[in-house]
């Protein structure tokens, strides 16, 4: 069965500051990668070297036939101590926003992926006084930097972020986690209120502006639909209804999330993906689509990420063909999306988990940092050429 695309549909890949540049020793991350008895498996170190290496990955992605290339700033380069911005810092994102567009790339810039500087983390976090005014002020600085891209993230999946309190206190109690909890609610409040204040800066610099939620097809077993509900709509629909005065929104789909009357359960053994016990189920993309543009009907949809962690290539290309054919199948029942940006480019560093989950349509030397194209990188590439799968 064929699966097509809408004309001018974007296909791209995807990385983050902090999983492939290196040596980021400025930020929260970097400091809770190195603090005794720290929840991360390894620290991440030179990452994929792209601080210094990231023309090499545009060639990657042009030479492939895509045409997006999804990147993030990393605030603590820009600004390592509060109220000193490099100007030299933020030139290094403007040449990657260029060299995209001198590629035939067009650039979608997250503002925020998960990391923040120490002088924040050490003065409030995310949740202090200042957090408001100190985004917007970084916003605003950035701003010039990014007239070109073609899409701007304010916050990267502040579902995620605001569960991952959560999850920590789950972890020290020594509760199982079979997948992603309910969310602090306090937290995401002040995530979304971020969101506003870098959305309000973005769009005065007449920036396409939104922000990328974690997105899931929410199955109720038996007995788990009243449960099913309360947790879709703490996890997603508020998320998803702030967005609803933004430019577009980006979804970030992997997996599904079954609940039975206690909660969430958790996958068959057999099923599990290399990373965080994901289920492998691609439909799920489709689902989780269709469930966003029921309630964003009027707001444009953009998959910011999807994909699988796998050691297996062949297994990464049936994947993503059975994930791309519930997508076409979700647009041609009226879903307003606009292009795919498949997780990730490189092999990268996956958080708490380290290196072992491999996501990347590239392998990557872990000591000489060669980039080795998977059988996959050049499939994505014919899919968009063709704008759709035969």
Known sequence: MTASFPEGFL???ATAAHQVEGGNVNNDHWELEHAEH????EPSGDACDSYHRWAE?????AGAGLDTYRFSLEWSRIEPEEGEFSRAA????????DGCRARGLNPLVTLVHFTMPRWLMHDGGWTGPKAGDRLARFAEFAAPALTDAEYVAT????????AQPVLGRMARSGQPIHGLPRPDQGVAEALLGLHDRAREVFRGAGLRTGMTLIGRENIAEEGGEERMREERAAFEDQFQEAAAGDDWLGLQIYTCARFGPDGLVPPAPELQTLAHGMERRPQALGAAVRRASEVLPDVPLLV???????ADDADRIAFTDEALRSLSAAIADGADVRGYVHWSLLDNFEWMLGYRPTFGLVSVDREAFARTPEPSLAWLGEVARRNGIS
Not at 38 to 41: G, L, Y
Request: hydrophobic share 45%.
């Open 11 to 13: 296909w791209g890949t």
């Open 38 to 41: 720290s929840p991360f498996v």
């Open 57 to 61: 990955d545009l060639d990657l992605v």
């Open 90 to 97: 933020l030139d290094h994102y403007r040449r990657i926003v």
């Open 155 to 162: 916050i990267n999946e502040p579902n995620l972020m605001a």
């Open 304 to 310: 910011t990420e999807n994909g699988i962690a796998t």
